[in-house]
């Protein structure tokens, strides 16, 4: 079984089109994070979610928009894609939302790339 | 301005070499140091944790050390083996708030038989 899964695994799109990226974890978690890699592999985060409320929230156009429909999914939607956008997206998770020193469980990514 | 810096080269060792990969920080306090193996295509796995008061950790064959004075963590890698290449990224957890990793670049290893 997958413990962070992602779909879809490859995105590929036209600019100015909406998209969605989904994202589901089986461990149990309350804690679901979104990370952007660019093409110089910097992994940064975007959001999280505990418990489906939004605690990190770092400085992402408001063109990305998550959702957390309850603790075990959490989702991306990105408006009016750019070209900027193309990235390797990762989903991941933890158990506790304070817990600074729990592991993060990452998804295989969605690399998505705008034409 | 804060950064973290990690060897941008990739590292080429030979098979039953000890690999040390190096982190550096700036102008960050961090609480904790973490590391993660990324392999191509896949999403990171965590490694190790080390703590701001902890020196050294240990895990099977890999050493993590922290020195919060020189603000620096190396990574170590002892008797390497082909299936150890991979990119190895180092990330900080900032003292306070929520568990938000900040990542470096990442370091790519090559084990040669």
């Known amino acids: 079984d997958t413990a962070v899964s992602q779909t879809p695994k490859y995105l590929v799109t036209q600019m100015g089109n909406d998209k969605s990226i989904k994202c589901e974890q089986n461990?149990?978690?309350?804690?679901m994070y979104w990370y952007k890699q660019d093409s110089k592999k910097f992994l940064k985060i975007m959001f999280s979610y505990n418990n489906k409320e939004l605690i990190i929230n770092e400085t992402v156009p408001n063109r990305f928009s998550p959702k957390s429909p309850d603790k075990a999914h959490l989702n991306l939607h990105i408006n009016s894609l750019e070209l900027g956008d193309s990235a390797v997206y990762f989903c991941?998770?933890?158990?506790?939302?304070?817990?600074?020193?729990?592991?993060?469980?990452f998804g295989p990514g969605t690399r998505l790339t705008v034409l | 301005s804060q950064k973290i810096e990690q060897n941008s080269e990739a590292l080429n060792i030979q098979e039953g070499k000890t690999a040390t990969l190096t982190c550096n920080y700036t102008n960050y306090s961090p609480a904790y140091l973490q590391w993660y193996r990324q392999d191509p295509g896949r999403g990171p796995v965590f490694l190790l944790l080390?703590?701001?008061?902890?020196k050294e950790k240990r895990k099977e064959r890999l050493k993590v050390t922290f020195d919060t004075t020189l603000k620096q963590s190396l990574f170590h890698i002892t008797a390497s083996q082909p299936a150890d290449s991979a990119t190895y990224l180092c990330a900080l957890v900032l003292s306070g708030g929520y568990n938000k990793l900040i990542f470096g670049a990442g370091t790519r290893l090559a084990v040669h038989p």
């Open positions: 461990l149990g978690h309350d804690t």
């Open positions: 080390i703590r701001e008061n902890e």
């Open positions: 991941a998770s933890s158990g506790r939302a304070g817990g600074r020193t729990d592991t993060q469980y």
